[in-house]
């Protein structure tokens, strides 16, 4: 079906009215445009401004897909408009760069983009958020900067990563990337979002304590500053002496030994990885009008749901990610269901259940992505296999470079045999 649209050309401060097939994708339509209106190219697309998306404030049509998603109607107005713009992103290392970023695309292809860039080859744990926010919320992965009201060009996002799924090698030759690591690993424990027992913490402090003031020398005690090093659950406690006394220890070390250790010890921990929320659970007793109430933290990673107590930060029980059948959140609730995996659905009370059900349902994605990507590699070894072994026994005998052997010649001392074992 026939489609008039009036085409705004930016750049050329006039509009003209354009016909396309609903069924064209909007790449096509922009080749449309740019062949009879010899303006614009490859790096213009097509925007419709009025109220769509979460903002209300326009979109981006994005380039695959066909005109007739976006329920346009003849007399409809879009703008043919260059798509790149300049994006503030913040790195792990605390600075800002200016990177380039096609608005048409949505969050998850531009995260991509800025990590290859980087050299980041993991990108998929990677994702952005707005400087400042709340530290749950990320900008919608499958939305455009548009959508997610990023359209002011001072916005600063921050690249961090929100999925745990692998450990990097730690390679000290590389220390430009180690560096990167250790950022990534202290702020998330520094932030509490991987909760450290009171020893683990003061282990940590030390190091990092090291690799960025202690290998200068220097007094301790003036240098040492607990919030900076320290996560705000343990401040209250008091904790500079044990950190000093722990500093000893690694005092001699190097900055970049320290910062390698710091990521080697943090890794060992079982809450590294994690992401936490506070939530709270009801248990009922015998004889009591009300249930007793239990504060905890729930620690969600790739492989692992943790429960910690609240108070120690030590971990009481713990699930299979890969057992988690059904999950719900609510305004104040938040259920896990293992299936047979345990006795009971488990509950919990909290205002952070709709974040614990977004983080889960992008690892379990994430799960299946993984898996599917195994499945099509077993594949095509399995084709190229069969396709090997069908050439070779196709092949002509005159073709087959064969060196006769003497085997009566050839003695064999059983004696010396043995099997390889591959692991």
């Not at 500053?225 to 705000?232: F, G, H, N, Q, T």
């Not at 060992?268 to 009591?288: C, D, H, L, N, W």
């Not at 047979?340 to 919990?348: K, L, M, R, S, T």
């Amino acid at each position: 079906m026939a489609l008039a649209l009036n085409v705004n050309l930016m750049d050329e401060g006039k509009t003209k009215s354009m016909r396309f097939m609903e069924e064209m994708t909007v790449v096509a339509a922009c080749k449309i445009i740019h062949e009879k209106t010899n303006s614009g190219g490859a790096e213009y697309g097509l925007f419709q401004a009025g109220q769509f998306g979460p903002t209300k404030s326009g979109r981006w049509l994005r380039m695959d897909k066909l005109l007739l998603h976006y329920d346009l109607v003849s007399g409809d107005e879009v703008v043919y408009k260059k798509k790149h713009r300049s994006i503030k992103v913040k790195l792990l290392d605390g600075s800002i760069k200016m990177m380039k970023a096609d608005e048409s695309l949505v969050i998850q292809d531009i995260v991509e983009n800025v990590t290859k860039k980087l050299g980041i080859t993991n990108w998929d744990e990677y994702s952005l958020k707005i400087e400042g926010t709340n530290p749950r919320e990320w900008l919608v992965a499958t939305e455009t900067l548009h959508e997610n009201g990023v359209t002011d060009a001072n916005t600063v996002l921050e690249l961090r990563k929100r999925y745990w799924l692998s450990k990097e090698p730690i390679d000290k030759s590389d220390m430009q990337r180690v560096r990167l690591q250790f950022f990534e690993v202290r702020d998330n424990i520094v932030s509490g979002s991987f909760p450290m027992q009171k020893a683990q913490a003061v282990q940590l402090a030390a190091l990092q304590y090291q690799a960025e003031e202690g290998h200068e020398g220097g007094d301790f005690s003036k240098k040492f500053s607990a919030r900076k090093y320290l996560p705000s659950h343990w401040l209250k406690k008091k904790l500079e002496k044990n950190v000093a006394k722990e500093h000893k220890k690694v005092a001699s070390m190097d900055a970049d030994t320290a910062m390698v250790r710091y990521v080697q010890l943090a890794r060992s921990f079982p809450t590294y990885g994690t992401t936490s929320f506070e939530v709270q659970t009801r248990i009922e007793r015998k004889g009591a009008r009300k249930p007793k109430i239990i504060n905890q933290l729930l620690c969600v990673a790739k492989d692992t749901i943790l429960e910690l107590d609240a108070d120690s930060l030590e971990v009481t029980r713990s699930f299979d990610m890969p057992k988690l059948k059904r999950w719900a959140s609510g305004k104040r609730k938040l259920v896990l269901d293992f299936g047979q995996a345990e006795d009971d659905v488990i509950n919990y009370s909290t205002v952070e259940g709709p974040w614990v059900a977004q983080l889960v349902q992008g690892y379990h994605e994430l799960a299946k992505k993984s898996a599917a990507r195994v499945t099509a590699i077993k594949k095509a070894d399995a084709e190229q296999r069969e396709a090997q072994a069908e050439a070779s026994a196709t092949a002509p005998a005159d073709e087959l470079d064969i060196e006769e052997l003497d085997l009566e010649a050839v003695e064999v001392d059983d004696s010396v045999l043995c099997s390889e074992t591959v692991t």
